[in-house]
């Protein structure tokens, strides 16, 4: 499954949190097999809560996590978004500038390994039971209370 990074203006915007809800929605439709992740969403803190490059700082991390960078929305005006984008390339993240490119070049983004995900997903339906007995036992015990 791929992980990829949406960079969206924000500039402490409502409207642009709006918008970029729309976008991930839509992408989601459109590639259910990937996973869209957006500081906007991820991030949840007044836009003016942290000086602005410690701020931008916490944006990055995010997008390195990721698999790919796809930029949306009027990035080109963005300083964020700018940032992002060299960011990206500095680190040699792939960057879509259109889901067009991205549904082209889907198959072609490598996938860095990671076996602590590839062993947990060998014995995913192990983990969904001990998942659900913890949360049965939890919900016995805050009866109790």
Known sequence: MYVVYVSHPYGGKG?????????????????????????????????????????????????????AV????????????????AFAYKIGTPVFKSIEKLKERLDDIPLAPDTRKENFYKEFDAHIAAAREAVRRWNKKERKK
């Open 15 to 67: 409207t642009n949190r709006v918008l970029c809800d729309a976008a991930i929605k839509m992408l989601a439709r459109q590639l259910p097999e990937v996973t869209f992740v957006s500081a906007l969403h991820a991030i949840r803190r007044p836009y003016d809560a942290l000086i602005y490059k410690d701020g931008l700082k916490l944006c990055l991390e995010l997008e390195r996590a990721c698999d």
């Open 70 to 85: 796809l930029m949306m929305g009027n990035w080109g005006g963005s300083v964020g978004c700018q940032t992002e984008l």
